[in-house]
C-alpha cells in the first residue's frame, strides 16, 4: 500500500483525470497539493497558486480568505481522499492484525518532506492561534483515524486475534505513538527511516495486542 505522501500525489492526479472538468475549488486544492509534493510548502503561496490555475487573487480570496484557510481545506482534501482507501483497506477480508498493518502504512509518512504530513505539521503549528471553529474541523480529521483505529480494534478483540484493551484509551496513545515516530520521519531524523519506524510499530502492537495462548489441554 502506499503512504499518505502517495496517496496525496494520486489524489491529485485522479481530480486531473475525472469524467468532467474539476470545479474550481476541487482544482485549487489539487494544485496545491500538487505545489506542495513537488516544490515544498515554503513555495506555495496564494499569488501563485493563482497563477498556477489563471485565477484572479479576487476570485481566489472568494474560495479561501486567507492562507491558514487554504491549507486547512488543502488538507481536508487530502484526508477525504485518503480517508477512502483506509476504509477499502479496512474493509479486506484479512485478520484484524493485517488490516491494522494497512492502516498504520497510510497513517505513516513515505519519508522526509512527505507532503500530507508537511501540510499536517503546518496546520498543527498555525491551529496555535485559532479559533474554536478551525479547530473542531482539525479535530474531526484526526478522529477519523481514531474511530476506525477503535473499530478495528474492537473487531480483533471479538475474533479472539487481539487480547482485551480499553479500545479508547489504547487508540488514544497509539495514534500518540505514531504522531511522534511521524514526525521524526517526516523531518528527516537521522537513523529514523520508514522501516526502523514501521519495525517500532509493528512491535508495540505485537508485544500489545497479542492475544493470550489457550490453556494447555483446552
Not at 476570485?59 to 488538507?75: C, G, I, N, P, R
Not at 481522499?81 to 492502516?103: H, K, S, T
Request: glycine share 8%; hydrophobic share 45%; net charge neutral.
Amino acid at each position: 500500500m502506499a503512504g499518505r505522501a502517495a496517496a496525496g500525489k494520486a489524489a491529485a492526479a485522479r481530480a486531473s483525470r475525472t469524467r468532467r472538468p474539476a470545479q474550481p475549488r476541487e482544482r485549487l486544492l489539487a494544485t496545491a497539493m500538487e505545489t506542495i509534493a513537488e516544490l515544498g510548502l515554503e513555495r506555495l503561496t496564494m499569488a501563485g497558486l493563482g497563477r498556477q490555475v489563471g485565477m484572479s487573487s479576487g476570485h481566489l480570496l472568494y474560495y479561501f480568505k486567507t492562507k491558514d484557510e487554504l491549507l486547512l481545506q488543502t488538507l481536508q482534501w487530502s484526508e477525504e481522499r485518503l480517508g477512502a482507501e483506509r476504509r477499502a483497506a479496512l474493509a479486506r477480508q484479512v485478520p484484524a492484525r493485517e488490516r491494522l498493518d494497512l492502516l498504520v502504512d497510510l497513517y505513516l509518512p513515505d519519508g522526509p518532506r512527505d507532503p500530507a504530513w508537511t501540510l499536517w505539521l503546518e496546520v498543527w503549528n498555525r491551529s496555535q492561534n485559532a479559533d474554536a471553529e478551525v479547530r473542531s474541523r482539525q479535530l474531526e480529521l484526526e478522529l477519523a483515524w481514531h474511530r476506525d483505529l477503535v473499530a478495528l480494534l474492537v473487531e480483533g478483540i471479538g475474533r479472539g486475534e487481539f487480547r482485551p484493551v480499553d479500545t479508547d484509551r489504547f487508540a488514544t496513545r497509539s495514534r500518540a505513538l505514531l504522531d511522534g515516530l511521524a514526525v521524526h520521519l517526516v523531518v528527516g531524523l537521522p537513523g529514523m527511516d520508514r522501516e526502523t519506524v514501521l519495525g517500532h510499530v509493528r512491535d508495540y502492537f505485537d508485544q500489545s495486542l497479542a492475544a493470550a495462548p489457550p490453556p494447555a489441554g483446552a
